[in-house]
């Protein structure tokens, strides 16, 4: 419960606001006039103060000035009467939060201290202690925001690590900031002044990967036409952060392997041998365990990587950090659009809290930006998520055979009859409540969840252009479920081939 001083020598206002602020839930104490209230200030802890400008003994603008010299954060608002808007204004620049001119009512009266207490938790949200990690840019999109004891252990780690030159591996569902803590390892060491070079090996062709990472002679192989020096070379003294690393072919494994050990290499159709000095960070949202039993991951390459490695917890599993990631990327898309929405409704925060982010922070970064196109008001509703997360999301669980199943208990903390559609990945329409007898809405949880499931299903081809493996995979369905789920809702993935 929030407190609040009200300041006023006019008992009967005081009374009224007193009354007013009580009705909705607030702790009232007050005073009588601007001595009284500095005194009160200084014994007690309060959120907020509302205080008249002209009294006896000390007058709101001193008083103002008094407080905020005992707490910076204090929120005070002035109540003046309209020939006094000039003090008001003072009092503004002193430092209060806003004014309201008599005779105020309770609503402007409320909505106001809402608003500014809001915006007061939204401030000590963004300025929470931000790990002092460098990320060697000044990009907006470069900081590393992690309130939560799973992100303090993973910054901890990373001071660690970037202070040696040991090889890392950073394993991670997709999203949850691999490459952010590639970056942090090597813009907080010694190496911070040299290059950080990334290669995204799962982009690049099997042909072109080993010239990529390790150059080659000229004439080397059809359209080598000029001598090109390899991303080893490029990042000597440096790093090289290989992305995506499970997706190397077995060859180009036992070529790494050797580079590690030796930190020597030879370029594509020569014989000379290059002596490098590259840390290298390799990341995968794969599992190593997986591919090391199907044998397209080498285990003695994977132990070389894993003498270090960091495991960044799906966000799923850090809710908390949800509320400081959406402030951080609500003032960022303020900045990039020219707008100045405030934050998220308490309940839209809870949603976004119990939605399973498969697609981790990237997901939730472009549901913000979702939301910033969809909102009309200056705070973010539930009415402007998309309709995949307002519907919980995927829940994964181990099924008996150690698989990843999916549960939709998320639909239970669901929205009644959601309505979207064409945020860019097509229309849904969930209509979980019915009609029943005499116009009673009726709720049907197994036709929910079924109704769901196909939706869910049909995206996830339509996003995947119906390929089984691709959609099993990225999705997070085992396939042989999602084949199962197709059959039973009649689906045909070749409509949605491309
Ligand atoms: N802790 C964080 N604070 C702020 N932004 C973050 C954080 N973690 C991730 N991001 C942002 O989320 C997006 C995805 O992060 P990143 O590219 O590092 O993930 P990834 O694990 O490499 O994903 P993928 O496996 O898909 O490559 C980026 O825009 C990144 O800036
Ligand atoms: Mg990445």
């Known amino acids: 419960m929030h407190r609040v001083l009200v300041v006023d020598d006019d008992k009967v206002l005081q009374d009224t606001v007193k009354n007013a602020l009580e009705y909705h839930n607030f702790q009232v104490d007050v005073a009588n006039n601007g001595r009284e209230a500095v005194n009160a200030v200084y014994r007690e802890q309060y959120d907020l103060v509302v205080m008249d400008v002209n009294m006896p003994e000390m007058n709101g603008l001193e008083a103002l000035v008094e407080m905020k010299k005992h707490d910076p954060s204090l929120i005070v608002l002035i109540l003046t009467a309209y020939s006094n808007v000039t003090d008001a204004v003072k009092a503004v620049k002193e430092g209060a939060y806003n004014y309201l001119e008599k005779p105020i009512t309770s609503e402007n009266l409320v909505a106001l201290i809402k608003r500014a207490l ?121 790093t090289l952060f290989l992305d995506e690393i499970g997706d190397i072919s077995p060859a180009m494994q036992v070529k790494l392997l050797r580079v590690l050990q030796e930190q020597s290499f030879s370029p594509v159709g020569s014989n000379r041998e290059v002596k490098v000095d590259v840390r290298i960070i390799a990341a995968s949202h794969k599992s190593f365990e997986d591919m090391i039993k199907e044998g397209t991951f080498r285990e003695d390459l994977f132990y070389r990587l894993n003498v270090l490695p960091v495991y960044l917890p799906p966000l799923r599993e850090r809710t908390s950090d949800i509320p400081h990631l959406s402030s951080y990327y609500i003032n960022y898309f303020n900045n990039v659009h020219g707008l100045s929405i405030k934050g998220f409704s308490d309940e839209a925060i809870a949603v976004l809290q119990k939605y399973s982010w498969p697609g981790n922070i990237r997901e939730l970064r472009n549901v913000i930006e979702h939301c910033f196109i969809m909102e009309s008001q200056d705070e973010i509703s539930i009415t402007s998520l998309p309709a995949s997360v307002l519907s919980g999301g995927p829940k994964l669980q181990e099924s008996e055979d150690g698989n990843s199943i999916i549960d939709f208990q998320g639909i239970q903390n669901s929205v009644l009859d959601v309505t979207r559609s064409s945020d860019g990945l097509g229309d849904y329409t969930f209509q979980f409540a019915t009609k029943g007898e005499g116009d009673k809405v009726k709720l049907d949880f197994q036709v929910a969840k079924e109704q769901f499931e196909q939706e869910f299903i049909v995206q996830a081809l339509k996003m995947n252009k119906g390929k089984i493996n691709q959609t099993a995979l990225n999705a997070n369905i085992p396939k042989k479920t999602l084949l199962r789920k197709i059959e039973k809702y009649e689906l045909n993935p070749k409509e949605y081939y491309q």
């Open 118 to 238: 809001k915006a007061r938790s939204l401030v000590e949200t963004t300025a929470f202690s931000a790990p002092t990690l460098s990320l060697g840019s000044d990009s907006a999109d470069d900081k590393f925001v992690g309130e939560s004891s799973a992100m303090k252990k993973v910054f901890n780690i990373i001071s660690k690590l970037a202070q040696v030159s040991t090889p890392v591996l950073i394993r991670g569902e997709s999203g949850t900031g691999k490459e952010l803590v590639a970056k942090a390892i090597h813009y907080n060491g010694p190496r911070k002044d040299e290059k950080f070079v990334t290669i995204n090996c799962g982009a690049i062709p099997e042909n072109l990967i080993e010239s990529e990472l390790f150059g080659h002679e000229k004439g080397a192989f059809t359209g080598a036409d000029s001598r090109k020096i390899g991303k080893f070379q490029f990042a000597d003294g440096g």
